[in-house]
C-alpha cells in the first residue's frame, strides 16, 4: 500500500488488515526474543501398543510459553515462524532437545526408546546443511540413529517430489526412521506409501473420531491397516479419545495409538513415570 503513498496510503488496508499485519508483526519480534529467552517446552504424548499397553515411543510436542498470553500450541504460532523464516531455528531447537530427552529415555525407560518429531514442511524443503549438523550431534550424544523418527505431513510429498524422495532416502540412509503424519487428510493417495520410503502411517484424528458410529471410516481405517502392513509399515492411530475406538482398533490390527483415552501430552517428568508404569 505505500507505494501509493500521500493520502491515499491506506486507501485499500482494511481495519482488519492493519490489525492483521500488525499482530504478525509483534509476532515476529515476540518470536524472536522467545528463542534467546527459551520460553519453548516441548510436552510428550505415548505411543501407545495397542496390543500390550506398551510405551516405548513419545511423540515431541512444541509449546510455547508466551509472557503474556499463556502457553501458546503450534498452530497458534508455528505458521508465523514458517513466514518469517524463523521455524529453522525452532525446529533445530526441538529436534536437540527431543534427541536429548530419547537418550535419557533409554537409560531411564528402555534401551529402545524412540522419539518422534515433527518436521515443518517448509523447513523439509530449506536447511539442508542443518541436517549434517543434527547427525553430528546424534553421533555426539552416543544415541542409536533408530532412536528418531521423523513425521512429516503427506502434503509435503505433493511439493517437489524428487527433491523430497531424495530427503527422505538421506534420512533412512542415515538410520532415522520416518512417520507419514495425518494420513488421509489432504490430497492423499495409497500409492504413496509405496513411493515413499517410510516407516510409519499415522492415521489423521478425522478418521477416528467416528469410528463408532461411521461404518465408512471404519472400513477406511481397516484398509489403511491391512494396505500398510502389506507394504511392511506400522500403523499409529491418532486421536484416539473413546474405549470404543480403541478396541475396534485393536481389532483391525493397529499397531500403536495416541489420543486422551491413554494420555494427554504431559511433561517429561510426568511422562517418564507413566512410560515406566506401563512396562511393569
Ligand atoms: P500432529 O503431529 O498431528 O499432532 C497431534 C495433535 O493432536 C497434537 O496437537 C496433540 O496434542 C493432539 N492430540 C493428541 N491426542 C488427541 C486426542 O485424543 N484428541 C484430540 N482432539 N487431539 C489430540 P498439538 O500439540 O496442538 O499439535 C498440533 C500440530 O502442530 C501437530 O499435529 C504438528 O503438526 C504440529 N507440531 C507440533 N509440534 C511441532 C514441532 O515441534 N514442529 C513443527 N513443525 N510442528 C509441530
Ligand atoms: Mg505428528
Ligand atoms: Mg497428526
Ligand atoms: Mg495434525
Same mark, same amino acid.
Given at each position: 500500500a505505500s507505494k501509493n503513498g500521500g493520502r491515499n496510503r491506506f486507501s485499500y488496508f482494511t481495519p482488519d488488515l492493519q490489525a492483521a499485519a500488525s499482530a504478525r508483526q509483534n509476532m515476529g519480534a515476540d518470536l524472536r526474543a522467545a528463542i534467546a529467552a527459551q520460553q519453548f517446552e516441548i510436552l510428550y504424548q505415548p505411543i501407545v501398543? *495397542?496390543?500390550?499397553?506398551?510405551?516405548?515411543k513419545a511423540e515431541a510436542l512444541l509449546r510455547w510459553r508466551h509472557p503474556t498470553r499463556g502457553l501458546l500450541g503450534p498452530a497458534e504460532f508455528i505458521p508465523f515462524a514458517e513466514s518469517n523464516g524463523l521455524i529453522g531455528q525452532i525446529g533445530d531447537w526441538v529436534f536437540r532437545e527431543a534427541a536429548r530427552q530419547a537418550h535419557a529415555w533409554q537409560a531411564?525407560?528402555?534401551?529402545s526408546f524412540q522419539v518422534s518429531v515433527n518436521k515443518s514442511p517448509v523447513q523439509f524443503r530449506r536447511d539442508a546443511d542443518m541436517y549434517e549438523g543434527w547427525f553430528g550431534y546424534i553421533e555426539e550424544l552416543g544415541l542409536?540413529?533408530?532412536?528418531i523418527i521423523i513425521e512429516i505431513t503427506e502434503?509435503? *510429498?505433493?511439493?517437489g517430489a524428487d527433491q523430497v524422495l531424495e530427503r527422505l532416502r538421506h534420512f533412512r540412509a542415515m538410520g532415522l526412521q520416518v512417520a507419514l503424519d495425518?494420513?488421509?487428510?489432504?490430497?492423499?493417495? *495409497?500409492s504413496h506409501l509405496k513411493r515413499f520410503d517410510i516407516d510409519y502411517v499415522k492415521i489423521d484424528q478425522s478418521f477416528v473420531s467416528q469410528l463408532e458410529v461411521d461404518l465408512g471410516d471404519l472400513a477406511l481405517c481397516e484398509a489403511i491397516i491391512v494396505m500398510a502392513h502389506k507394504l511392511g509399515l506400522k500403523v499409529v492411530a491418532e486421536g484416539v479419545e473413546t474405549e470404543g475406538q480403541r478396541q475396534l482398533l485393536l481389532a483391525a490390527g493397529c499397531d500403536y495409538a495416541q489420543g486422551y483415552v491413554f494420555a494427554h501430552p504431559m511433561p517429561a517428568a510426568q511422562f517418564e513415570k507413566m512410560a515406566r508404569e506401563s512396562l511393569r
Amino acid at each position: 500500500a505505500s507505494k501509493n503513498g500521500g493520502r491515499n496510503r491506506f486507501s485499500y488496508f482494511t481495519p482488519d488488515l492493519q490489525a492483521a499485519a500488525s499482530a504478525r508483526q509483534n509476532m515476529g519480534a515476540d518470536l524472536r526474543a522467545a528463542i534467546a529467552a527459551q520460553q519453548f517446552e516441548i510436552l510428550y504424548q505415548p505411543i501407545v501398543s *495397542l496390543h500390550s499397553g506398551a510405551v516405548y515411543k513419545a511423540e515431541a510436542l512444541l509449546r510455547w510459553r508466551h509472557p503474556t498470553r499463556g502457553l501458546l500450541g503450534p498452530a497458534e504460532f508455528i505458521p508465523f515462524a514458517e513466514s518469517n523464516g524463523l521455524i529453522g531455528q525452532i525446529g533445530d531447537w526441538v529436534f536437540r532437545e527431543a534427541a536429548r530427552q530419547a537418550h535419557a529415555w533409554q537409560a531411564a525407560i528402555d534401551p529402545s526408546f524412540q522419539v518422534s518429531v515433527n518436521k515443518s514442511p517448509v523447513q523439509f524443503r530449506r536447511d539442508a546443511d542443518m541436517y549434517e549438523g543434527w547427525f553430528g550431534y546424534i553421533e555426539e550424544l552416543g544415541l542409536p540413529r533408530q532412536s528418531i523418527i521423523i513425521e512429516i505431513t503427506e502434503s509435503i *510429498l505433493m511439493q517437489g517430489a524428487d527433491q523430497v524422495l531424495e530427503r527422505l532416502r538421506h534420512f533412512r540412509a542415515m538410520g532415522l526412521q520416518v512417520a507419514l503424519d495425518d494420513f488421509g487428510t489432504g490430497y492423499s493417495s *495409497l500409492s504413496h506409501l509405496k513411493r515413499f520410503d517410510i516407516d510409519y502411517v499415522k492415521i489423521d484424528q478425522s478418521f477416528v473420531s467416528q469410528l463408532e458410529v461411521d461404518l465408512g471410516d471404519l472400513a477406511l481405517c481397516e484398509a489403511i491397516i491391512v494396505m500398510a502392513h502389506k507394504l511392511g509399515l506400522k500403523v499409529v492411530a491418532e486421536g484416539v479419545e473413546t474405549e470404543g475406538q480403541r478396541q475396534l482398533l485393536l481389532a483391525a490390527g493397529c499397531d500403536y495409538a495416541q489420543g486422551y483415552v491413554f494420555a494427554h501430552p504431559m511433561p517429561a517428568a510426568q511422562f517418564e513415570k507413566m512410560a515406566r508404569e506401563s512396562l511393569r
